[in-house]
Antibody, heavy 117, light 110 residues
């Protein structure tokens, strides 16, 4: 059974930083594309960033490019999202998602990031 | 990249069919067949129900079907059941190597 467990969400002030982590199990991981998707309270889903299996390719939502960095450690089967210069509008539940063949197969339960003064 | 356009809500009675539209542009839905749909029950993570426009993953009911015409994709649910009441989200790959989601549609089964 595929399991994705996010952690690292917290309350942070505008301009602050957070690092999200996602521990994967039940899948190869080293051959999987991985993605972060977020969902603001009561809102729709928003794709944030993805990363290739070998980390050579990363893509970002325009509004987070330059502030967020996606990375992975295949040996630890872990995905990360370093978030700097956080804004109020980054407040969301952040999901770790497997992403193969242009679809999002497996989702974690999410970790909540709240940006507020 | 603007979000894809979905109706905020749709409703239907048990046994009926409903269709949820998802409208994009020639840079996303119109450019590729990499369109997928997700079902999300309250407090739960989304679940993939359709990919590549109209392909159902193993285990997903055949009552769910997808299609596309031009810049608009559609999800049809036939034989509505009470457990279908949920939020539905569409997404498409884009020409900028990114993905864009719709705003989500709340389905109410009356």
């Amino acid at each position: 059974e595929v399991q994705l467990a996010e952690s690292g969400g917290n309350l942070v002030r505008p301009g602050g930083s957070l690092r999200l982590s996602c521990a994967a199990s039940g899948l190869p991981f080293s051959t999987d594309w991985m993605t972060w998707v977020r969902q603001a309270p009561g809102k729709g889903l928003e794709w944030v960033a993805n990363i290739a299996p070998d980390s050579k390719i990363t893509n970002y939502l325009e509004s987070v490019r330059g502030r967020f960095t996606i990375s992975r450690d295949n040996a630890k089967k872990s995905l990360y999202l370093q978030m700097n210069s956080l804004r109020v509008e980054d407040t969301s539940l952040y999901y770790c998602v497997t992403h193969n063949n242009w679809r999002f197969d497996y989702w974690g339960q999410g970790t909540l990031v709240t940006v507020s003064s | 990249q603007s979000a894809l356009t979905q109706p905020a809500s749709v409703s239907g009675s048990p046994g009926q069919s409903i269709t949820i539209s998802c409208t994009g542009t020639s840079s996303d839905i119109g450019a590729y067949n990499y369109i997928s749909w997700y079902q999300q029950h309250p407090g739960k993570a989304p679940k993939l129900i359709i990919h590549d426009v109209g392909v159902r993953p193993s285990g997903v009911s055949s009552r769910f079907s997808g299609s596309k015409s031009g810049n608009t994709a559609s999800l049809t649910i036939s034989g509505l059941q009470t457990e279908d009441e949920a939020d539905y989200h569409c997404t498409s790959y884009t020409t900028r190597y990114t993905y864009v989601f719709g705003g989500g549609t709340k389905l109410t089964v009356l």
